[in-house]
């Protein structure tokens, strides 16, 4: 099988005396979406920090197309094609939607009439064509999530870290936002995804990773790690596999 | 091309000024509005575009004037010569707080109490140190010739600094148009994100403070020339700090004409409280302080800002008034 495109290996982050994330290893094969889950607390978001550059693991080594990247700054990461958004979104409050999402084209493009267009295209391709000259602070939350997408997306990553990009969208929009993940998977792109709404994870995700109190508990294919015990458990308290389980035999 | 426009109609009205005034009073109070305007777009690129809000911009004024004042008279350099060297050595110190003060990531507040500090420590090393002449100041001799950047007539010196204040035009627009200006801009807005989208924050904001001191540097410079004496409570006094980024604030940050603007308004008004009150001292302090509470509670993106709204307000009247015929 061809290396993966991120294979984080054994890595450990510790704040004082909090073992956040405990020697874990994870990949994501290249054109593939692999998910991430985990109950609140999990460690995941402090695990794409260290992916991205933002954190410093104690421990373990991330790597990136075969080569060491631990420790790497942010921009040095996102050059070599790593793209994140934030759980909370970042939007530059003051700029417009395309002022926003050129920041993020310049990085392939100095110019700055390539880089209007290149952003222009991408904002056209997330649903953000009508809104481009509107100030940022404007959108709603959809819109604010897609604009975070944009902005991760003008960089032209080969590997987008998505941290929670359905959460806080109702069903209506989660449902919008779905197949541009897929599309963009579609491009080649490899994705690597933390999230919470299940039937979106489960549905675009070929692989998937269970975290739980910093620990890899559980991967595989969507189906299996559902149908998991230690997932279940870590989901709904210690003994409710077993009266699921019960149950189920009623 | 629209705001070179723009920039080349404000510098030929303003160039075409000595033309019709001769006062030398009106003259002077013109050159140093235009010196004022200069420190302020030095501030104006890190401050307005970087959001970098700096307290000791004197260091690099007095770097600029210092430099040019003692070359000459110390090692006989030409002026032009120096004033470039002045320029340069501001950039230097300039480089070297930001890369002091970037690298150990301070922000906000921090960042301005040690631009403040930067400056009143060069402030009190040049009232003791023998090169500066200390207490005494240096005297620069007057020569009045070209080649020695003197010049008989106010309106000489007049065109000198416009012309350097329109390169600071056009460094400004050009910083708004390019790629680093952009990432400047994203890292006063949000510097997390912008390091996500591929930003080198650190580099961009040391950039952002070479320019910006090498402008206001240039703004000492001119000072040490036009006045030919330069002393340490001058050129690193905080009353330049204070004008730096008092001006801009007013006249807009992060435009290309705020500061310009800001300093006419200031510079006017205090002059103006001046023939009212009587050159009562601290008076245009007091003028100062009453502007800025002004424009923070009533116009927080400044005069160009207020501009801005009426001009959309015209632009949009008439399209009523043909909507309710229509």
Redesign the interface.
């Given at each position: 099988m061809a290396e993966p495109l991120l294979s984080v290996e054994r890595v450990t982050c510790r704040f004082g005396g909090l073992v956040a994330v405990n020697a874990v290893s994870l990949t994501a094969d290249e054109g593939c979406v692999t998910g991430l889950i985990g109950p609140n607390g999990a460690g995941k978001t402090t695990l794409f920090s260290i992916v991205?550059g933002?954190q410093r693991p104690s421990d373990g080594v991330v790597r990136y197309r075969g080569e060491a990247v631990t420790g790497l700054?942010?921009?040095e990461l996102?050059?070599r094609g790593i793209?994140?958004t934030?759980q909370i979104v970042?939007?530059?409050?003051?700029?417009t939607v395309r002022?926003n999402i050129?920041?993020?084209a310049?990085?392939r493009h100095?110019?700055?009439g390539e880089?209007l267009a290149a952003a222009d295209a991408v904002g056209r391709q997330l649903g953000l064509g009508d809104m481009l000259d509107r100030p940022a602070d404007t959108l709603t939350v959809a819109g604010r999530k897609r604009l975070e997408l944009a902005?991760?997306l003008?960089?032209e990553p080969k590997l987008l870290l998505l941290d929670e990009v359905l959460a806080g969208l109702n069903p209506t929009e989660i449902r919008d936002i779905v197949p541009v993940i897929r599309g963009l998977s579609a491009r080649g792109i490899t994705i690597l995804m933390i999230e919470h709404v299940m039937q979106a994870v489960m549905s675009l995700s070929q692989r998937i990773f269970v975290l739980s109190e910093g620990r890899i508990i559980a991967e595989g294919a969507p189906a299996a790690v559902a149908a998991d015990r230690a997932v279940v458990e870590a989901y709904l308290g210690h003994g409710a596999a077993k009266r699921l389980g019960a149950a189920h035999v009623e | 091309m629209k705001g070179l426009a723009a920039i080349a109609a404000v510098v030929a009205v303003l160039a075409a000024v000595p033309l019709f005034v001769q006062s030398n009073i009106a003259l002077n109070f013109l050159v140093v509005t235009l010196l004022v305007a200069l420190a302020g777009q030095g501030w104006n690129i890190l401050g307005g575009y970087g959001g970098q809000y700096s307290f000791g911009h004197a260091a690099f004024f007095g770097t600029g004037a210092y430099v040019t004042a003692i070359l000459q008279v110390r090692y006989g350099v030409n002026a032009w010569a120096g004033f470039a060297a002045g320029i340069a050595g501001g950039a230097a110190v300039g480089a070297f707080i930001g890369a002091l003060t970037f690298r150990a990531g301070l922000r906000g507040s921090y960042f301005a109490l040690v631009t403040l500090a930067f400056a009143e420590v060069l402030r009190i090393i040049a009232s003791v140190a023998p090169i500066t002449g200390a207490g005494v100041g240096t005297l620069i001799k007057l020569d009045l010739h070209p080649a020695a950047m003197q010049f008989e007539s106010r309106a000489v010196f007049y065109w000198v600094i416009l012309a350097l204040v329109a390169v600071s035009l056009v460094i400004a627009h050009l910083i708004e148009r390019s790629r680093f200006g952009a990432w400047l801009i994203a890292v006063r807005e949000n510097e997390d994100a912008a390091k996500a989208l591929g930003v080198n924050a650190t580099r961009v904001k040391l950039g952002a403070m070479t320019v910006s001191a090498a402008i206001t540097a240039a703004a000492g410079c001119f000072y040490a020339q036009y006045f030919l004496f330069v002393d340490s409570g001058i050129a690193y006094g905080t009353w330049i700090s204070v004008e730096a980024l008092l001006t801009p604030i007013i006249g807009g940050v992060g435009t290309v004409f705020g500061p310009l603007i800001g300093a006419l308004a200031v510079k006017a008004l205090s002059e103006g409280a001046k023939l009212v009150a009587g050159d009562a001292p601290g008076l245009s302090l007091v003028v100062y302080g009453c502007v800025l509470v002004f424009v923070i509670a009533f116009a927080p993106r400044g005069f160009v800002g207020l501009l801005a709204a009426a001009y959309r307000r015209l632009a949009r009247a008439p399209k009523k008034r043909e909507a309710a015929h229509g």
């Open positions: 991205s933002f700054a942010p921009y996102a050059r793209a994140r934030f970042q939007p530059f409050a003051g700029l002022e050129l920041v993020g310049h990085l100095p110019k700055r880089a902005k991760a003008a960089t | -």
